[in-house]
């Protein structure tokens, strides 16, 4: 029987480090018996590249679309196709092993939803599936997703991840912004859904730590996870990973915005501006805010975006969750999830 193995997520655990690592060598690991499928890849609102997740097959579990989806309306077609095609793909093929790859499983609080997760069962019901999922400290976790979000274009093009909670750039402060992902963050109540479809015994979670991956290295870790063997002289291994400003260059878009208040623009007044001004491109604020970081004492604006206090805080609350994570899904007694203290 081909197993099927589904990476979830979590965001800002190298998924697009991942991704395009097996979409990059799709010849070399179907070598290998494994099978990167092209079924559900399509280009999204945001990007018109294609991208190298299965975003399809999300979208097609979803039977409402509004204009929050990050799937234009010319693709919805396709996202309906996808699970039908992603079975032929897999039955002309006929690998050994699947890797189906889209951190919007995790990442869009449409999919907390134990009728979603039993279609994919149903979906997959002809093979024996296995889901992998990386989680990251908390802190860590809200610190990278604030930065991603403050510095993604605006309105109405915030990241995936966010476009379920916002319509437009709204929400400047990071406690605000912590509150509104916070349902992505509790990992053991996410995997509590996803067992009661798969089973314990069905799921794999790794921590998306440096001292806990293979080499460091989220791909090498993942590859090691799903028993994919090979010489890095026989694959594609260029780095790719989206790069986090610094605490200083992320408060400094932020008042930038406050003083602009582009985020009360209209759409359409934001775009016109935006094809007039090179100011109201995300990029040109970025370049700014780097420059003026440097000129910026450290005293008067620290690197900082979360206190030693906020982050105890934060850790504190998770904190049996993550205990519940280590113990019933790692099998670590002393239910430590994460090493870094850091």
Not at 201 to 206: C, E, H, T
Request: charged share 25%; aromatic share 12%; with cysteine.
């Amino acid at each position: 029987m081909t197993t099927i193995y589904l990476h979830i997520g979590t965001p800002k655990t190298g998924t697009t480090s991942i991704q395009n690592f097996l979409f990059n060598n799709r010849e070399n690991i179907l070598k290998k018996g494994y099978l990167y499928p092209i079924s559900g890849i399509i280009s999204t609102a945001q990007n018109s590249k294609r991208s190298p997740q299965h975003l399809g097959l999300c979208e097609a579990l979803v039977k409402h679309y509004d204009i929050k989806s990050p799937v234009d309306t010319n693709s919805r077609d396709k996202c309906e196709r996808s699970w039908e095609e992603l079975k032929r793909e897999i039955e002309t093929i006929n690998p050994k092993n699947v890797i189906i790859s889209s951190e919007f499983f995790t990442a869009m609080q449409e999919y907390y939803n134990p009728d979603i997760i039993a279609l994919v069962k149903k979906r997959l019901e002809d093979y024996e599936t296995k889901i992998v999922l990386y989680v990251r400290r908390q802190d860590d976790f809200f610190r990278s997703s604030y930065c991603q979000y403050m510095t993604s274009p605006l309105p109405n093009k915030v990241p995936h991840h966010f476009q379920a909670n916002y319509t437009h750039k709204n929400i400047l402060e990071i406690s605000e912004f912590i509150l509104s992902i916070k349902f992505q963050a509790n990992y053991y109540s996410t995997l509590e859904l996803w067992k009661e479809a798969f089973g314990v015994n069905n799921i794999i979670v790794r921590p998306f730590e440096k001292e806990q991956m293979k080499n460091g290295s989220v791909v090498d870790d993942f590859l090691e996870t799903i028993n994919l063997n090979y010489e890095k002289s026989q694959l594609k291994l260029k780095s790719s990973r989206n790069i986090s400003q610094s605490g200083k260059v992320i408060k400094i878009i932020n008042l930038i915005e406050k003083i602009s208040q582009m985020r009360r623009l209209s759409k359409e007044k934001y775009w016109y501006l935006y094809t007039k001004i090179p100011f109201f491109r995300m990029d040109s604020r970025i370049k700014l805010a780097m420059f003026l970081s440097h000129l910026i004492p450290d005293f008067l604006m620290s690197e900082k975006l979360l206190s030693e206090e906020d982050k105890a805080n934060i850790l504190k609350e998770f904190e049996e969750s993550n205990q519940k994570v280590a113990k019933e899904y790692l099998d670590r007694k002393n239910g430590r999830l994460f090493y870094s203290t850091q």
